[in-house]
């Protein structure tokens, strides 16, 4: 539910209570062990970051969140494909294919730990443990 608000809070442009709700969503989350809906929460600090005009750590976050549903099996759901292939077009865009590729692969490359550290630091650069 907290992603949900998280989520609905950054369509509407309400980014402070956005980041908050996603922040109690993912430490709870990883708190539970929850991996499918850490990947979800990952996903909301993507639309976040593109939201603040940071479209390098968006992608990280998208390439963290589609590496650990990859890992643990569980696709995005359905009704989310469109506005993500959106998301993720309008990310490449504003990077340009190699740099949006690097920064997916970067986030790709990141623990599960250092994905989830690098979402909630607010950071433009993850720090790596």
């Given at each position: 539910m907290?992603?949900?608000q998280g989520r609905a809070e950054c369509a509407l442009g309400r980014l402070n209570?956005?980041?908050?709700?996603?922040?109690?969503?993912l430490r709870i989350c990883r708190d539970l062990g929850d991996r499918g809906s850490m990947a979800d929460a990952l996903n909301g600090f993507a639309h976040l970051a593109m939201e603040k005009e940071s479209p390098g750590r968006a992608a990280q976050l998208w390439g963290a969140a589609e590496r650990l549903r990859e890992e643990i099996g569980?696709?995005?759901?359905?009704?989310?494909r469109v506005n993500y292939e959106n998301a993720l077009s309008a990310t490449r865009?504003?990077?340009g294919d190699d740099s949006f590729e690097?920064?997916?692969r970067e986030g790709r490359e990141m623990t599960l730990?250092?994905?989830v550290q690098y979402a909630l630091s607010g950071e433009d650069t993850p720090q790596r443990q």
């Open positions: 907290l992603h949900t209570a956005a980041e908050s709700h996603l922040t109690e969503s569980v696709p995005l759901p359905s009704f989310d865009a504003a990077l690097r920064a997916w730990e250092d994905a």
